[in-house]
């Protein structure tokens, strides 16, 4: 079965560093997710990508935020300065777009930690 | 605005029976999906069941069942003959099929215990 694969695995980082966060989606996904999930709570919607573009956020995605697609293939989140709070399993997902049934798979998530 | 509830953090159960946890959602939105993935202690979020809310009948995979009752709107998760390996954090999520919001919202999990 095809999988969403997500790098790093686990990373650790300075406040106040720059994180990129990398998603190989499936190939006939065309909707891409970003999900958030703090330690022991509930995961989080952050952002929907599709065409190139951000098509949703939530009030969590902030500027300090980004996310592109620079070659078609590799999905990433950019936390340009980062903060104690954003320490959390951070989980990319994929959708074909068809609307009857088919589940967001998800990759196996990248864990940050920011001290 | 979808709004998923489960509102059990924990539950316990002991091998070889049967579990239900509980889901209930909310949403204006006539066709939406619902979802229940497994998170074990590694992390990963793993997909178990889907049900539409079009679908005449409950969704079943293996020793998963989803009670699905519309007019309610809950859609809780049935695990039979539970064992050792079931052992994880359990989400119920919801996502609305034909509004602009194609994401997948969820609800704050149930911590299911296995016991030998």
């Known amino acids: 079965e095809p999988e969403v694969t997500q790098t790093p695995s686990h990373q650790v980082t300075q406040m106040g560093q720059e994180v990129i966060l990398r998603c190989v989606p499936i190939?006939?996904?065309?909707?891409f997710y970003w999900y958030r999930q703090i330690l022991g709570q509930k995961v989080e919607f952050l952002v929907s990508?599709?065409?190139?573009?951000?098509?949703?956020k939530s009030e969590i995605f902030d500027d300090q935020f980004s996310v592109e697609r620079p070659d078609g293939s590799n999905f990433t989140l950019k936390i340009r300065s980062t903060k104690l709070e954003d320490s959390a399993m951070y989980f990319c997902?994929?959708?074909?777009?068809?609307?009857?049934?088919?589940?967001?798979?998800f990759g196996e998530g990248s864990w940050l930690t920011v001290v | 605005a979808q709004k998923i509830t489960q509102t059990q953090p924990g539950m316990f159960v002991q091998e070889k029976e049967a579990v239900t946890l509980d889901c209930t959602y909310d949403?204006?939105?006539?066709?939406?999906?619902l979802f229940w993935y497994k998170q074990p202690s590694s992390g990963e979020m793993i997909f178990l069941i889907y049900?539409?809310?079009?679908?005449?009948q409950n969704a079943t995979e293996g020793r998963y069942s989803l009670n699905f009752q519309k007019a309610r709107k809950s859609a809780n998760l049935v695990i039979s003959a539970s064992q050792l390996g079931d052992s994880a954090m359990y989400f119920c999520?919801?996502?609305?099929?034909?509004?602009?919001?194609?994401?997948?919202?969820f609800g704050a999990g149930t911590r299911l215990t296995v016991k030998p």
């Open positions: 997902a994929g959708w074909t777009g068809e609307k009857a049934g088919n589940t967001i798979y």
């Open positions: 190939s006939n996904h065309l909707y």
């Open positions: 990508f599709y065409n190139n573009e951000i098509s949703e």
């Open positions: 949403t204006s939105d006539p066709s939406y999906g």
């Open positions: 049900q539409g809310s079009y679908d005449q």
């Open positions: 999520a919801m996502r609305e099929l034909f509004s602009n919001n194609n994401d997948m919202r």
